[in-house]
């Protein structure tokens, strides 16, 4: 059963604008969830994470919205640049260190 | 620092032989995960291992068994290999002090061939 998901498998986004990256869960125990970043042949990489006392979290150009009460994240990359070219990941966990992933989406920042 | 290390990066073997991978992971870091990648399934969870124990195990056969050592590195093995389990094979490790939240950092991850 996919805890964590990901709907979109697939995004493109003309260089300069807002890439908005959405995953829902369905965990209500889950209290902390992170965004990563996989180019092909590596690991992901971590961009950026948000806890659940807090509802944004921003860096740089990178921002993570949490609404808890509609089990919903979204990562919005403003202005998206082509190296931004990726498959980005959510991941969520709760207590203990086990964390679930959604299936990825792949951004194409076109420029 | 040096990043989690994952040797060796490909590997090609036949059904029914088994392989050993290995996971260095970063310096200070003592919960080292193990995650399967396949096309359109996402990073599915294996095992945790912190402090030379399994503290959390997804949902594999047994076939897919790990260990970590006193210095936090970790072995994953895999017994009686099945075409199915051609994949992306990758390490992640984390400070796991107690009662944190944690972030967990990625190897480059160990591309597994099974024909």
């Known amino acids: 059963d996919q805890q964590v998901k990901q709907n979109s498998p697939s995004l493109s986004v003309q260089e300069g604008r807002i890439s908005i990256l959405n995953c829902d869960y369905t965990?209500?125990?889950?209290?902390?969830f992170l965004w990563y970043k996989k180019y092909p042949a590596e690991g992901p990489t971590f961009l950026i994470s948000i806890s659940s006392i807090k509802d944004k979290n921003e860096d740089g150009r990178f921002t993570v919205f949490l609404n808890k009460s509609a089990k919903h994240l979204s990562l919005h990359i403003v202005p998206s640049q082509p190296g931004d070219s990726a498959v980005y990941f959510c991941?969520?966990?709760?207590?203990?260190?086990?964390?679930?992933f959604g299936t990825g989406t792949s951004l194409t920042v076109i420029p | 620092k040096a990043g989690v290390t994952q040797t060796p990066r490909y590997l090609i073997k036949t059904r029914g032989q088994q392989v050993t991978l290995s996971c260095s992971p970063i310096?200070?870091?003592?919960?080292v995960s193990w995650y399967q990648q396949t096309p359109g399934q996402g990073l599915q969870f294996l095992f945790e291992?912190?402090?030379?124990?399994?503290?959390n195990k997804g949902n594999f056969p047994g076939r897919f068994s790990g260990r970590q050592f006193s210095n936090s590195r970790s072995e994953m093995n895999v017994s009686t290999l099945e075409l199915g389990d051609s994949a992306l094979y990758l390490c992640a490790s984390s400070l796991a002090f107690p009662g944190g939240q944690e972030t967990q950092y990625f190897g480059p991850g160990t591309r597994l061939l099974v024909l």
């Open positions: 291992y912190f402090s030379e124990t399994q503290r």
């Open positions: 310096s200070g870091h003592r919960s």
């Open positions: 965990n209500s125990m889950f209290d902390y």
């Open positions: 991941a969520a966990s709760g207590a203990g260190n086990q964390f679930y």
